[in-house]
């Protein structure tokens, strides 16, 4: 007898749909797993088949043939353990179903018992549950608060192999899973580091709220021990709330990282990714044998932030020229081809020299001339030109250490610009999601005009320091942000003139 049971194989982040066909014929007991499987896949015969014995059914006899459609596209992962059992299951006469199994997607892993675990990329198929025009979907109990996230279908907890087929025979018995997300936001409390816990630098607090407001790059450079890793970690704490379709976007890419078994549910706040600088290319981009996304996918809607940014190898910066001029990286290997959203802030931090010292009044540099020009020649001038404002950050006297006042707004103060930049944004671009640092060429001549007494400083700052167009626009889109701040409808020229003093760090000036 044949059986068709519907389910859904990942790429990248998405979802697409997969049929598993069951074959039970005469001949031989032999049991041929076909359409492209990889390991995890072929190796679910011995699973199914304990899980069938365990759970009172019985492994079908003669020659069973498992097709995995379209056979074409090769399939990773153990969410088809489920399905092909069902497969089986229902092939075999053992199963009566009451409901048109071409209209429930089932994807679940099985343990030896029949018990279900959780497997990854639930959310992506709940949504191609409901693109596709599925009744239901059925998935593992610990993916039902992710998958449930998708409130146009009835999502189905299921604990085990026995539950699943007791749902095809009677589904009115079950109450679909629908996942209260203004709940898990509401439940959104956790601690943020505070900016008044740093001593000093309040032209970097100021530079980085201008970044926030308007979601432009930053770079910052000075001594070791001046507070550069201190300051990025809490850009988080000023940064707006996620909304709905943000958090979505967020948890699809964290659902199909493979996270051990945890249970990845809604993602409320906006991630922080903070690789190591022996990173590799294929983790900061995404991609390898068993696809997984990377840093800069990880970070989307989010935070990248890179300490020491000379140390990464050249190689793996230079991968993050796409990312940061597009919002988007495209991955394309032998076998698939797929694209990633990666729309993040990139934040980044680096000595000056070596030895650190270069800048320090009260340390001597040790650094040659030739090691210096090494050291900077690390980071390469367009990836330097994609980076909105390069700031200094310089190492601090003892009466700033010791005073007690902190230099400089908290982030509640700093959170609450940020916002009322942002909201000036929001409603400027009307309801698209674009912040000042994300205009195109068109939109700049749009919403940054110029006076000519402006434009005068600008051209004049432009030949004096040599910077591209590419910083031309930078410099644009950075004095559009401040004129938010300031809550100013034209850019005046201090809002150039402190948007230029942010391109003071390049090649030639470092």
């Known amino acids: ?99 048109d199994l071409a209209k429930i997607l089932i994807a679940g892993e099985l343990a030896l018992d029949g018990s279900l675990r959780h497997v990854p990329g639930t959310l992506a198929m709940a949504i191609l549950a409901r693109k596709n025009g599925f009744r239901a979907i059925l998935v593992p109990e610990e993916n039902a608060e992710e998958a449930g996230l998708v409130h146009e279908i009835d999502v189905i907890p299921i604990k085990n192999l026995s539950d699943a087929l007791e749902y095809l025979k009677a589904p009115t018995d079950y109450t679909p899973y629908r996942t209260d997300y203004q709940k898990l936001f509401q439940n959104n409390h956790h601690a943020t580091l505070d900016f008044e816990d740093v001593k000093g630098q309040a032209h970097v607090k100021r530079a980085l709220t201008i970044a926030s ?68 290319t294929i983790a900061m981009v995404g991609g390898g044998a068993n696809f997984q996304p990377g840093e800069v996918s990880l970070a989307h809607n989010g935070i990248l932030f890179l300490d020491e940014l000379p140390e990464f190898s050249r190689s793996t910066l230079e991968v993050l020229r796409q990312p940061l001029e597009e919002g988007f990286v495209h991955i394309r290997r032998a076998h698939y081809a797929v694209t990633l959203p990666s729309r993040f802030m990139f934040v980044s931090a680096m000595n000056p020299c070596p030895c650190g010292c270069r800048t320090d009044p009260k340390r001597t540099c040790r650094c040659s001339i030739g090691e210096i020009q090494r050291y900077i020649n690390r980071i390469s001038g367009p990836l330097l030109d994609r980076i909105d404002m390069h700031i200094e950050v310089p190492a601090l006297p003892f009466h700033e250490l010791s005073q007690d006042q902190p230099a400089g707004p908290s982030s509640s103060e700093m959170r609450n610009q940020v916002l009322e930049a942002r909201n000036r944004q ?30 005068q400083l ?48 390049d090649l030639k000036a470092i």
């Open 1 to 99: 007898m044949l059986a068709r049971v519907q389910s859904a194989y990942i790429l990248g982040i998405e979802a697409f749909p997969l049929t598993v066909e069951v074959d039970i014929g005469h001949g031989e007991n032999k049991t041929e797993l076909v359409g492209l499987a990889d390991t995890a896949v072929k190796e679910s015969r011995e699973r199914v088949a304990s899980a069938l014995r365990n759970s009172g059914f019985r492994f079908p006899r003669g020659k069973v043939v498992v097709n995995l459609a379209p056979a074409d596209i090769r399939k990773e992962g153990s969410y088809l353990d489920l399905p092909i059992a069902l497969g089986l299951i229902l092939a075999g006469e053992q199963g009566n179903p009451r409901v």
């Open 213 to 280: 407001a308007g979601g432009h790059n930053v770079l910052m450079m000075g001594p070791p021990g001046t507070g550069k890793t201190m300051l990025a970690s809490r850009i988080p704490g000023i940064l707006p709330e996620m909304t709905f379709d943000e958090a979505l976007e967020t948890t699809q890419i964290y659902s199909v990282v493979s996270r051990k078994g945890q249970n990845s549910s809604l993602i409320t706040t906006r991630p922080f990714r903070s690789p190591h600088h022996t990173v590799s």
């Open 426 to 455: 929001h409603h400027r671009y009307g309801k698209t999601t674009l912040l000042n640092a994300h205009l195109d060429t068109k939109q700049l001549r749009r919403y940054c005009k110029l006076s000519n007494t402006t434009q």
């Open 458 to 505: 600008l051209l004049c700052a432009i030949e004096h320091h040599g910077l591209s167009a590419r910083a031309h626009d930078k410099i644009l889109r950075m004095a559009r942000t401040i004129a938010d701040l300031d809550n100013s409808e034209n850019i005046l020229d201090n809002h150039i003139a402190e948007a230029i003093q942010y391109r003071s760090i």
